[in-house]
């Protein structure tokens, strides 16, 4: 399992365990039944869908996901974990976001949240 499979795993165990975080998620969802966040790496494909109350993660494409996101894996993690900023990686070509980007900040105050518990 590569790191950025295991920080999937790691993001969706804490927020399907934890209170708080699936008051996030649930606000995040507002009143839609979930948003799909669609990964493309050259591990291959992968989607994250987003309820109220869980995050689960599946192998494959989604026909019509919310935001897509292009990069190697080692950018992504770099993004996710706050090493690399997102922004550079989107000016410089390494990240590619098709879709509605603006999901991208729930996402990143998300995570935040979840690493912030874990320390």
């Known amino acids: 399992m590569s790191q950025l499979q295991e920080f999937f795993k790691f993001l ?3 927020c399907n365990a934890k209170d708080d975080l699936k008051k ?14 669609q990964v493309y790496t050259e591990e291959g494909p992968s989607y994250m869908v987003v309820t ?3 995050i ?11 935001v897509i996101y292009k990069a190697n894996s080692e950018v992504l993690l770099g993004i996710f974990t706050g090493e ?8 410089d070509g390494r990240l590619e976001v098709i879709g509605n980007a603006h999901e991208s900040d729930p996402l990143a105050n998300l995570i935040l949240a979840v690493m912030m518990g874990a320390m």
């Open 24 to 37: 996030q998620l649930a606000d995040w969802v507002g009143p839609y039944h979930g948003k799909i966040l």
């Open 52 to 54: 109220k109350d869980k």
């Open 56 to 66: 689960e993660i599946f192998d494959g494409v989604y026909p019509s996901p919310d």
């Open 84 to 91: 690399v900023p997102f922004k550079d990686t989107m000016k």
């Open 12 to 14: 969706m165990t804490q």
